[in-house]
């Protein structure tokens, strides 16, 4: 469930920092980072071009997220 919010925060604004996204979702820190890096290993989700300056890509569409 919170990798879906997750995905669906990066989808929508792929330039969101991990603080960010953890201001807006409500979801701790360190929970989400957790959770981006599970969704890393996965292929799900991949971080281009640096934190600070970069960009999410995700490489699944959000009808598989709802598998």
Known sequence: EIQ???IKEMLSD????TSEM???????FRTLQR???????M???VRKDG??????EVLISIEDCNK
């Open 4 to 6: 879906k919010v997750i």
């Open 14 to 17: 792929s330039y969101i920092t």
């Open 22 to 28: 953890a201001q807006k979702t409500g979801i701790k």
């Open 35 to 41: 959770y981006i890096s599970q969704l890393q290993s």
């Open 43 to 45: 292929g799900v989700v």
């Open 51 to 56: 934190r600070k300056d970069g960009h999410w």
